[in-house]
């Protein structure tokens, strides 16, 4: 079934350090989706991605997405504590927006 | 707006036992959905609707119904508890999938 890969698993940085997360997908994706989950809380919707070579960002975090439209990664310079938690990429299985697949997720943690 | 509602936030069951999880969103999205997290497996896709009357399963189906009378409840119900389906339980809504709500979710245990 459709897949899609997210690395790494973990990362640990020190604060004020960068972070990347990638997304990788064995097809061609319509769009892509990133979400953010604090621990023992729900996940929260950051951004959608559509365009190929697409870059958004929202202060710190950068959001691109490949120009084949097969990968992605989020970026967050300078962490911050309040940046811990666990990101996940998703996408529309199919091309269908109302069936999301989602990657294991990268669960961020800062030490102060 | 309340978002997406989810109850009860903790249940625990028994083997065999049935139950209904409970979802409600205010904000008139088309979309639903229900996933389940488990440690290590990220987000698995249960049942999704696009609408009221319109149903379809997901990922991982199996012990699970839904229905969807109306825009606004997507009710889970689990017909007889297993303790494989020990999780935590997410309800999820959109319009047009371009970003999904979620609930805050049901932390069930079987036992």
């Known amino acids: 079934g459709q897949q899609v890969m997210q690395i790494p698993q973990y990362q640990h940085v020190q604060e004020g350090e960068d972070f990347t997360t990638y997304c990788n997908s064995s097809?061609?994706?319509?769009?892509i989706q990133w979400y953010k989950q604090r621990p023992g809380g729900h996940p929260v919707f950051l951004i959608q991605?559509?365009?190929?070579?697409e870059v958004k960002k929202q202060k710190r975090l950068t959001f691109q997405f490949g120009e084949a439209k097969k990968n992605s990664s989020l970026h967050i310079t300078a962490t911050q504590t309040t940046d811990v938690g666990t990101y996940f990429c998703?996408?529309?299985?199919?091309?269908?927006?109302?069936?999301?697949?989602f990657g294991k997720g990268t669960l961020l943690t800062v030490n102060p | 707006n309340a978002g997406v509602t989810q109850t009860p936030k903790f249940q625990v069951l028994k083997t065999g036992q049935s139950m209904t999880l409970q979802c409600a969103q205010d904000m008139n999205h088309e979309y639903m959905s229900w996933y389940r997290q488990d440690p290590g497996m990220g987000l698995r896709l249960i049942h999704y609707?696009?609408?009221?009357?319109?149903?379809d399963q997901g990922e991982v189906p199996n012990g699970y119904n839904v229905s969807r009378s109306t825009t606004e409840d997507f009710p889970l119900r689990l017909l007889s508890a297993a303790p494989s389906q020990t999780s935590v339980y997410f309800c999820a809504s959109s319009y047009g999938g371009h970003g999904y709500t979620f609930g805050s979710g049901t932390r069930l245990t079987v036992v």
């Open positions: 991605l559509v365009k190929s070579g």
């Open positions: 609707s696009v609408g009221a009357g319109i149903t």
């Open positions: 998703a996408e529309p299985s199919g091309g269908s927006n109302y069936k999301l697949t």
């Open positions: 097809t061609t994706l319509s769009n």
